[in-house]
Every structure is written in C-alpha cells, then in structure tokens.
C-alpha cells in the first residue's frame, strides 16, 4: 500500500520500492481481498482496512511519524481520521486516528519506525519493532568540494513546503545577520504542494509560503526539487540549515533523515536540536545542534567565518553516514524485518517473489 501509486512519493521511493529494486523483488499494489505472502503498508496506506485484514500475510507497517507520543495535541490530529474518510483515503472511520495507529501495530507482524523514541512508544503494541531510516543514493551522487564562501554567504534547506513554516524559529536570528553580512537562502522543495493528508488536499504554492515565512522574497531563492538537479544546488552552497519546532511534539520526534541526506553529500549542517539530530551529532562528534537563538547564532557566527571548520564537519558527517547508514548495512535492516515474519535465516529474498 504506497503513499501513490506510481510509487513517486519519496516514502515509497526511499523506502520499500528502494529496497524491492535492490533485492530484485516484484510487487504489486495490495488487495486486501487477496492473500499474499507479506504485505508492506505504508505510513500513507489505509490503515483502517489493514488493520481489520484475516488473510494470511504477514502485515509489515511502517509507521514513521511520532503520531503515538504527540497523541490528540492539535486540531490536525484530532480531525485527521475525519479527514481521511472524508476525502477516502480511509475506508472506514477512524474517529480516534491514534487509537488507529495502535490497532494497527497491535495488528502488524512488524513495525518499522525511524527514531528509537518511536520505537518505545510501539513497543507496548508490537514486539517486533525495528528503526530504518530513509535510503538517499539515488539523490546524493554529488559530493561537496569547494569550502570557500564569497562574498555572500549562501545557506541551503530542503525539504516538503509546508516545513518551510519552521523557520520562524530563527527568523530573527537570519534577519540580524542580514545587517551585517550579505546573505541569501536557496530552498529546494515542491513549488506547488498539498497542504494536508500526505499533500493531497489544500493545493497551495511554495512562493506564497515562502513570501509569508520570511516576509519578502529578497535574498530568498525557489527551485523545483528534482532527483537530477537537486545535489547540484545543494552542494553549490556554503552551509544547510534545518531549523525545527522542539514545542510541538510530532516535530521534536522526527528522525535524522535530511541531516544524512546533506551529510552523505558532505555538506556541513547546523540544526535544531531535536532529539534525533542532538544524538546523530553526539555520535558522530559533531556540536551543531541548537536550543536557543543565542545557540542559533553563535552557531552561525563560528561556521560563516570559519571554511576549515565547514570543510571537517562536512567531511566527518560523511564519513559517520557511510560508516552507519550505508545502503548494504540499510538492505540488511529490511532483510532482518522479513526474515522476522517469513521465519527465514537472515537472507535476502529470493529474486522474483511475489510481496
């Protein structure tokens, strides 16, 4: 069960579909009518049919957000299950939609999740938990050479639109550094997005997100992100930035992904210290997590002035991505969630099996 079906959604494409075309493994979109031997429901697929399935495959879910710690803390969770079945993404009401998601890890054979935070919190509903993050080699060819900055100072985000919002926690902070030193930020995203449900209702345009996070557009650059295209850009900037609101509890639990996405390109990144990203750094024995706007800036004022310091801590969150979050040691972690449901030795599956 994909986010879409042309598998284009990056959940489906840096995920289980990555996965599938490595381990040449043929699938198709599930019916739930049908028996198979293992399903994989995605965190966009229908969970209010998955969860009441009684064939005989083994269910594989991937849950991915912090929905369970965050519970019912805003209006989009408690109206998200309405929401769902109003525009029939859901079969079935879910009036309670976390109540939902614990059904449906009661339900699973396996959950996959992408913090350790995550996996606590399911562990009450399922045993057989595992932690994968997102693959990115099919984005992160290009790797970051050049540490000189000129004379303005170029910083990089990416990421889905509606995240663009979480830069009003350092506005402030950019806008002071502004009068002192010519800057511009480049953002790769979609320029035109849906609002809610995965992107698929309330259209929007990122222009207008943008104009309204950072009050104008001058010195702020828009470009379509493109799997060819987007590297390119990212790496032809001096330092990425990944501002995130630590309040709000489904936020503060995102895992570390696109810290390892500018990483694996050795781009330098200075972050929010939720507590995914604060320990991606501990580990890898970099300090570019911050609390605060004083933290922000100081943060800032050392990297901007600093190229041998961009350069180590390009290179070293590098080499920290390649040692632990490799694409063969990532096929292995799938490997171990369908060896866990099939009751298999811990061996790829066979080419050509039906999932």
């Known amino acids: 069960m994909p986010f879409e079906p042309t598998f284009a959604h990056p959940g489906d494409r840096r995920r289980f579909c990555f996965y599938a075309k490595q381990r040449g493994l043929d699938f198709e979109i599930a019916d739930p009518r049908r028996d198979y031997d293992v399903v994989v429901?995605?965190?966009?697929?229908?969970?209010?049919?998955?969860?009441?399935?009684?064939?005989?495959?083994?269910?594989?879910?991937?849950?991915?957000?912090?929905?369970?710690?965050?519970?019912?803390?805003?209006?989009?969770?408690?109206?998200?299950?309405?929401?769902?079945?109003?525009?029939?993404?859901?079969?079935?009401?879910?009036?309670?939609?976390?109540?939902?998601?614990?059904?449906?890890?009661?339900?699973?054979?396996?959950?996959?999740?992408?913090?350790?935070?995550?996996?606590?919190?399911?562990?009450?509903?399922?045993?057989?938990?595992?932690?994968?993050?997102?693959?990115?080699?099919?984005?992160?060819?290009?790797?970051?050479?050049?540490?000189?900055?000129?004379?303005?100072?170029?910083?990089?985000?990416?990421?889905?639109?509606?995240?663009?919002?979480?830069?009003?926690?350092?506005?402030?902070?950019?806008?002071?550094?502004?009068?002192?030193?010519?800057?511009?930020?480049?953002?790769?995203?979609?320029?035109?997005?849906?609002?809610?449900?995965h992107g698929k209702v309330g259209k929007r345009h990122a222009t207008d997100l943008a104009r309204r996070t950072f009050g104008s557009l001058d010195g702020v650059y828009l470009y379509a992100w493109n799997e060819q295209t987007a590297a390119a850009v990212m790496t032809a900037c001096d330092l990425a930035l990944i501002p995130m609101d630590l309040e709000h509890p489904l936020i503060r639990g995102k895992p570390e992904n696109k810290l390892l996405l500018f990483w694996r390109m050795a781009m330098p990144a200075i972050v929010s210290a939720t507590p995914a990203y604060a320990r991606a750094m501990c580990d890898s024995g970099l300090h570019m997590a911050c609390s605060t706007p004083q933290e922000w800036t100081a943060m800032l004022d050392r990297f901007m002035s600093d190229e041998e310091a961009r350069r180590t801590a390009g290179w070293r969150g590098k080499q920290f991505a390649e040692q632990y979050y490799n694409v063969e040691k990532m096929l292995s972690q799938w490997d171990e969630v369908f060896a866990s449901v099939l009751g298999q030795p811990h061996e790829p599956l066979a080419t050509g099996a039906r999932r």
């Open 41 to 197: 429901v995605s965190p966009g697929g229908d969970i209010s049919v998955w969860q009441r399935y009684r064939g005989s495959a083994k269910i594989i879910y991937q849950q991915i957000d912090s929905y369970l710690a965050a519970g019912n803390s805003d209006w989009k969770a408690v109206f998200r299950g309405a929401a769902k079945f109003a525009v029939r993404q859901n079969r079935h009401l879910l009036l309670d939609y976390v109540k939902g998601i614990q059904r449906m890890c009661s339900r699973a054979d396996a959950v996959i999740c992408t913090t350790a935070e995550q996996q606590d919190d399911i562990r009450p509903y399922c045993s057989n938990v595992h932690v994968i993050l997102d693959f990115h080699s099919t984005v992160t060819a290009r790797v970051k050479q050049d540490y000189a900055a000129g004379d303005v100072f170029n910083f990089v985000w990416e990421g889905l639109p509606g995240n663009l919002a979480y830069f009003s926690q350092i506005r402030g902070v950019l806008d002071e550094i502004k009068r002192r030193r010519r800057i511009a930020l480049h953002l790769v995203t979609d320029l035109e997005y849906g609002e809610y449900l």
